[in-house]
């Protein structure tokens, strides 16, 4: 059975949502089956979870909250996971 969830997460980390966290994002959202989308809250523009070029067309700043939207059947699997990797700031220092 096919589900969707959402949540809101605040990018931590310094330098925002640059190349290397997205890259980690993507690799990590292609584990999962369900369709992966991303909000950027302040500019309200949408982006593929599961591309990188997109996901980077989101400039989201330290401080930008984005919404993760999955849908399918391990949607929640996959917004648990995305979310600790945004929650963590992707480990970076």
Do not use: Y
């Not at 369709?35 to 989201?60: C, F, P, Q, W, Y």
């Not at 401080?63 to 939207?69: D, N, S």
């Not at 648990?80 to 963590?88: H, P, R, S, T, V």
């Amino acid at each position: 059975m096919s589900k969707t969830t959402s949540g809101i997460f605040e990018i931590i980390n310094e330098r925002g949502f640059h190349a290397r966290p997205a890259s980690l994002f993507v690799q990590q959202a292609c584990v999962f089956d369900s369709k992966i989308t991303v909000r950027n809250e302040a500019t309200g523009d949408h982006a593929d979870g599961k591309s990188l070029m997109s996901l980077l067309m989101l400039a989201a700043a330290r401080g930008t909250k984005l919404t993760i939207v999955a849908e399918g059947t391990d949607a929640e699997e996959a917004l648990q996971f995305l979310g600790e990797m945004i929650a963590k700031g992707f480990d970076e220092e």
